[in-house]
């Protein structure tokens, strides 16, 4: 029998992505590209196209030099690799990537709806509705945690979106200084299951602790024609209050103010139906661990449901010592959107993005970089010894989610924006230390929107 030297790949676990149309790249002193590169989903085969089993010749004439190999798509945005590594491309991403209108939730016309809502109901647009009351504003916020209750469900993991829940909505409130007052909640399920509601609510009286707002009701709702077996959906409102002449409502900011980026934990609770299409795109599954992190091992379960952080008290504490002018909570929208929520007309933002370490998870959303050879997931045997071995390394899909589009879905590790005077964000810098963590992130300008640089 005739061998001729192919690439056989033995996939146990090979993400879905790594099958659609790619090409296979030989560097050698003649560039040679390899056409014709077939795969299948039960076990695949790179080799030359069928034409060239027949010239004996132009296997000595490719061959006669040590190559390197690589796997790329026939066309990347911005290809990316590191040292010998496998890049897939994937359908309708193979331009542009992965976005989240593309998932399924449109921003654009969210933004739409809330400017016809605006028509009817002037002062619409912060983060929460300010209700005045003597010498006071209450300050009203209603949210929930979108598809994140999907993972929560997959995961197992019940006792913190509550936590979730709660932050979504103290954390819209504090963005006008006030001092939250009262947290409700509805549960909505199909069929009460009394375990699984005990370990949510339970997150939701840790949340409503972290950020000194009592729990002071809600409502369990229990709908079989609404909602499947085993589903449930949750939803939250909160108040604060806060004095007139204390509410940060952004009308001081002026260019040359500071911004001051929170870190966040993570994902926090949006763009989960993005996360879901990367997640099932990757051929991960959520018990294993989060490709490129560092320290401790954490499953991309464990990074993903990490609860959204509750600011109320760190925010509360920076206002109180004076100079913050807009605070902006960062969530659907990312900086992009969000930003600007807080500036007056004519003023805009530059971004400085190198200012702060951008968390594992996101560059696992963005690049969807998978683990290559662990534990047998995916390996290169050598038929022949001119071909080539493949170190332990990552697959990386580079370019699957454009910058701007990463920058308007995620928070990208700053949870919340604090627009200060350039003495209050010196202060706020140098209290570091004092139990919360904090980067000078941007200025503003008179541009509007958001710039990066």
């Given at each position: 029998m005739l061998f001729f030297r192919r690439m056989i790949l033995y996939p146990s676990q090979i993400p879905s992505f790594f099958f659609p149309s790619f090409s296979a790249t030989m560097s050698s002193s003649l560039g040679l590209i390899i056409h014709g590169v077939s795969t299948s989903g039960s076990g695949g085969v790179a080799a030359p196209?069928?034409?060239?089993?027949?010239?004996?010749?132009?296997?000595?004439?490719?061959?006669?030099?040590?190559?390197?190999?690589?796997?790329?798509?026939?066309?990347?945005?911005?290809?990316?690799?590191?040292?010998?590594?496998?890049?897939?491309?994937?359908?309708?991403?193979?331009?542009?990537?992965?976005t989240y209108k593309g998932a399924g939730v449109d921003i654009d016309a969210g933004s739409e709806l809330v400017r016809r809502i605006a028509k009817m109901t002037p002062g619409i647009g912060g983060f929460g509705g300010l209700i005045p009351l003597g010498d006071d504003y209450l300050v009203h916020s209603t949210d929930?945690?979108?598809?994140?209750?999907?993972?929560?469900?997959?995961?197992?993991?019940?006792?913190?979106?509550?936590?979730?829940?709660?932050?979504?909505?103290?954390?819209?409130?504090?963005?006008?200084?006030?001092?939250?007052?009262?947290?409700?909640?509805?549960?909505?399920?199909?069929?009460?299951?009394?375990?699984?509601?005990?370990?949510?609510?339970?997150?939701?009286?840790?949340?409503?602790?972290?950020?000194?707002?009592?729990?002071?009701?809600?409502?369990t709702a229990e709908m079989p024609d609404c909602y499947a077996k085993g589903k449930y959906d949750l939803s939250g409102s909160a108040v604060g209050i806060v004095k007139k002449d204390s509410l940060i409502d952004g009308k001081g900011i002026v260019v040359g103010d500071v911004l001051i980026g929170l870190p966040s934990s993570g994902v926090h609770s949006n763009g989960f139906s993005l996360v879901r299409r990367v997640l099932a795109q990757s051929g991960l599954s959520l018990k294993?661990?989060?490709?490129?992190?560092?320290?401790?091992?954490?499953?991309?379960?464990?990074?993903?449901?990490?609860?959204?952080?509750?600011?109320?008290?760190?925010?509360?504490?920076?206002?109180?010592?004076?100079?913050?002018?807009?605070?902006?909570?960062?969530?659907?929208?990312?900086?992009?959107?969000?930003?600007?929520?807080?500036?007056?007309?004519?003023?805009?933002?530059?971004?400085?993005?190198?200012?702060?370490?951008?968390?594992?998870?996101?560059?696992?959303?963005q690049e969807l970089v998978c683990p290559m050879f662990p534990n047998?997931?995916?390996?290169?045997?050598?038929?022949?010894?001119?071909?080539?071995?493949?170190?332990?390394?990552?697959?990386?899909?580079?370019?699957?989610?454009?910058?701007?589009?990463?920058?308007?879905?995620?928070n990208m590790g700053i949870g919340m924006v604090l627009v200060v005077s350039p003495g209050a964000a010196a202060r706020i810098l140098r209290e570091r230390h004092g139990g919360y963590s904090a980067y000078r992130i941007g200025e503003v300008t008179r541009r509007e929107g958001v710039t990066y640089k």
């Amino acid at each position: 029998m005739l061998f001729f030297r192919r690439m056989i790949l033995y996939p146990s676990q090979i993400p879905s992505f790594f099958f659609p149309s790619f090409s296979a790249t030989m560097s050698s002193s003649l560039g040679l590209i390899i056409h014709g590169v077939s795969t299948s989903g039960s076990g695949g085969v790179a080799a030359p196209k069928p034409s060239s089993f027949n010239n004996p010749r132009f296997f000595f004439q490719r061959f006669s030099k040590k190559p390197s190999f690589s796997l790329s798509p026939p066309t990347v945005s911005r290809p990316k690799s590191i040292g010998k590594t496998v890049s897939c491309s994937n359908r309708e991403e193979d331009v542009g990537g992965f976005t989240y209108k593309g998932a399924g939730v449109d921003i654009d016309a969210g933004s739409e709806l809330v400017r016809r809502i605006a028509k009817m109901t002037p002062g619409i647009g912060g983060f929460g509705g300010l209700i005045p009351l003597g010498d006071d504003y209450l300050v009203h916020s209603t949210d929930g945690v979108g598809t994140k209750l999907m993972l929560a469900i997959e995961t197992g993991i019940y006792e913190t979106i509550g936590i979730d829940l709660v932050a979504m909505c103290v954390n819209d409130i504090v963005t006008s200084g006030a001092k939250p007052l009262s947290f409700q909640d509805q549960y909505s399920t199909g069929q009460l299951d009394v375990d699984l509601a005990e370990k949510v609510i339970k997150g939701i009286v840790d949340g409503c602790k972290q950020s000194g707002c009592p729990l002071t009701g809600g409502e369990t709702a229990e709908m079989p024609d609404c909602y499947a077996k085993g589903k449930y959906d949750l939803s939250g409102s909160a108040v604060g209050i806060v004095k007139k002449d204390s509410l940060i409502d952004g009308k001081g900011i002026v260019v040359g103010d500071v911004l001051i980026g929170l870190p966040s934990s993570g994902v926090h609770s949006n763009g989960f139906s993005l996360v879901r299409r990367v997640l099932a795109q990757s051929g991960l599954s959520l018990k294993d661990q989060l490709p490129g992190g560092s320290g401790k091992p954490i499953t991309l379960g464990e990074a993903l449901m990490t609860p959204t952080v509750i600011y109320v008290k760190q925010v509360l504490d920076i206002i109180s010592k004076g100079g913050v002018k807009g605070v902006a909570h960062i969530t659907g929208g990312g900086f992009t959107d969000n930003i600007p929520r807080i500036f007056p007309k004519g003023l805009g933002a530059t971004i400085y993005r190198d200012s702060w370490e951008v968390p594992a998870v996101f560059k696992w959303i963005q690049e969807l970089v998978c683990p290559m050879f662990p534990n047998g997931k995916l390996w290169a045997q050598e038929l022949l010894p001119m071909f080539f071995r493949v170190k332990r390394g990552q697959i990386k899909q580079a370019g699957r989610i454009e910058d701007a589009e990463m920058r308007r879905t995620f928070n990208m590790g700053i949870g919340m924006v604090l627009v200060v005077s350039p003495g209050a964000a010196a202060r706020i810098l140098r209290e570091r230390h004092g139990g919360y963590s904090a980067y000078r992130i941007g200025e503003v300008t008179r541009r509007e929107g958001v710039t990066y640089k």
